[in-house]
């Protein structure tokens, strides 16, 4: 990997997901003004990234355009600079719904390629879909994170760079411990990252996430590899066994703290910006 020193790791806070409720843990934030204050604490304990959803009045998940349109003004407002990126998830939506907010033009939008097993269902990723919401993508200049639950997931996102379908250099994110996917498995970890480096080159940046007690694992896994992290209240509701999670911002701190063990320096806006290729925000 060479030396990690002084390579900055960019933070993506998760904030709320489809699944997680006020139930599971208090600090869950379900309203748009709650999903504001909750990322405005962990953009400024370390994330650049929020990767968002949005709930209807009664909690449930939705990709309702005009919810997504207020609370990524909201963010733009609140947390200056900071990378708004916008689920096209299937818990929330079906069909081309689930890319009705991408004439928002957010910073960056999630794309599952392909589909899996997930705990109780199949999430399908049918390839006409994912092709539409790619052409959105390019479309609306929105920079795709590739949700990748299977190694399959990062060699399709391979062919569509390859024959346009994705426009810039994948940046892939690695899904590890959703239960009846893949794992969170140290030998599929490492060849994940020799997969994406062998076909984006050896300086492609990636991203791991890891669900419930996984988060942790993969945080340090990432950090210590040279790649960058996923932590929030969509992922992992909990700081330990005995112990809710605070806020979101208690997430980033953790992750802030292994990216201080193995001296890697927090991205801040600036450098997340650069590091993804994005375009500097709007005035």
């Known amino acids: 990997m060479g030396d990690l020193t002084n390579r900055p790791c960019i933070i993506c806070?998760?904030?709320?997901?489809?699944?997680?409720?006020?139930?599971?843990?208090?600090?869950?934030?379900?309203?748009?003004?709650?999903?504001?204050?909750?990322?405005?604490?962990?953009?400024?304990?370390?994330?650049?990234?929020?990767?968002?959803?949005?709930?209807?009045?009664?909690?449930?998940?939705?990709?309702?355009?005009?919810?997504?349109?207020?609370?990524?003004?909201?963010?733009?407002?609140?947390?200056?600079?900071?990378?708004?990126?916008?689920?096209?998830?299937?818990?929330?939506?079906?069909?081309?719904?689930?890319?009705?907010?991408?004439?928002?033009?957010?910073?960056?939008?999630?794309?599952?390629?392909?589909?899996?097993?997930?705990?109780?269902?199949?999430?399908?990723?049918?390839?006409?879909?994912?092709?539409?919401?790619?052409?959105?993508?390019?479309?609306?200049?929105?920079?795709?994170?590739?949700?990748?639950?299977?190694?399959?997931?990062?060699?399709?996102?391979?062919?569509?760079?390859?024959?346009?379908?994705?426009?810039?250099?994948?940046?892939?994110?690695?899904?590890?411990g959703v239960r009846n996917a893949m794992p969170a498995d140290r030998d599929v970890f490492d060849y994940y990252i020799h997969t994406v480096q062998r076909l984006f080159g050896p300086d492609a940046p990636w991203c791991a996430a890891g669900i419930g007690p996984n988060q942790i694992q993969l945080n340090e896994w990432a950090i210590s590899s040279g790649g960058h992290a996923r932590t929030g209240l969509e992922d992992n509701v909990r700081l330990d066994r005995d112990r809710l999670a605070p806020s979101n911002a208690a997430l980033v701190r953790r992750a802030a703290e292994i990216c201080d063990r193995f001296e890697r320096p927090v991205a801040n806006w600036q450098q997340a910006r650069q590091i993804l290729g994005l375009r500097p925000p709007l005035a």
């Open 13 to 176: 806070v998760a904030i709320t997901g489809s699944l997680p409720t006020k139930e599971n843990n208090p600090a869950v934030p379900i309203t748009i003004a709650e999903q504001v204050e909750s990322t405005q604490e962990a953009f400024e304990a370390g994330a650049t990234i929020a990767h968002c959803h949005v709930r209807d009045d009664e909690g449930k998940p939705t990709s309702d355009p005009d919810r997504f349109a207020r609370l990524k003004e909201g963010l733009e407002q609140h947390c200056p600079g900071m990378i708004v990126q916008l689920s096209t998830g299937g818990r929330s939506g079906a069909g081309q719904a689930r890319g009705g907010m991408l004439p928002l033009a957010p910073d960056m939008a999630s794309l599952s390629v392909g589909s899996n097993n997930f705990p109780t269902r199949v999430y399908e990723n049918p390839p006409d879909l994912v092709d539409w919401l790619a052409s959105e993508m390019i479309r609306h200049d929105v920079k795709p994170e590739i949700e990748a639950f299977d190694l399959s997931h990062v060699l399709q996102a391979a062919r569509m760079h390859a024959d346009g379908r994705i426009k810039d250099r994948p940046y892939v994110q690695f899904v590890m």
